[in-house]
């Protein structure tokens, strides 16, 4: 096989159905530029808060639409973990942007156009040259509708909670099962019905339903799946 073919592979999915550690793992193992640009909704969602733009839960899109310019978002690798970290205005957010106050906020901010095109064309600008894996939820239908490989992958409701409740009582000792299970529905009622290019799997995505698969064995199927494409790509080139 001719590794130095490099396929953009784009994988969307529903909230906290493990497509960042799917694609972190994909990355590594290819040698691929890993972008989760669901961190960049949230750097702009964690913008909002610091920046006095949210009023009980409710985000003020006029001045956050005049002061989209001022928000710069980049992506540093940790030289210890190896794994990018979000950068927002010169600072280190990767934390953060985890936060349930951001997470609750975040699907409103991204259903506003604005914030939408500045942070896709930012994304596809990443992706120019390939070699790139994009997590998110419009990754295959508008960031990179020509991407070699597409993946949507799903769980069932009540895992995807208990993956999420794990990860985040960790560092907050406080957060419910309850609440966390309340905000992934939400985010996905949200994320799937906005107008502005809605959660849904691409018509020549790949479905990958990971409730009963291990992490190792998500990776294998999706491993699998790349080596067939390049494959492929080779044999058109
Ligand atoms: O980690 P989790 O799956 O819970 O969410 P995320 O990937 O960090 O994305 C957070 C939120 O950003 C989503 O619920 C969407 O509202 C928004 N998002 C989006 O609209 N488009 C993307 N390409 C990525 C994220």
Known sequence: MNL?????IAIDGFSSCGKSTLAKALAKKLNYIFIDSGAMYRGVSLYCIQNDLV?????NETLLIKQLCGINLTFKNNDNTLKPELFLNGINVEHLIRNIDVASIVSKVASIKEVREKLVLEQQKMGEFGGIIMDGRDIGTVVFPNAELKLFVTADPETRAQRRFLELSETNKSITFEEISYNL?????????????????????????????????????????????????VVHE
């Open 55 to 59: 009023k009980e839960g409710e985000v």
């Open 4 to 8: 130095s073919t490099k396929i953009t």
């Open 185 to 233: 529905e939400e985010r996905d009622r949200i994320d799937s019905t906005r107008k502005e290019s809605p959660l849904r799997q691409a018509n020549d995505a790949i479905l990958l339903d990971n409730s009963n698969l291990t992490q190792e064995e998500q990776l294998e199927f999706t491993f699998k799946l790349v080596q067939e494409k390049m494959r492929n790509e």
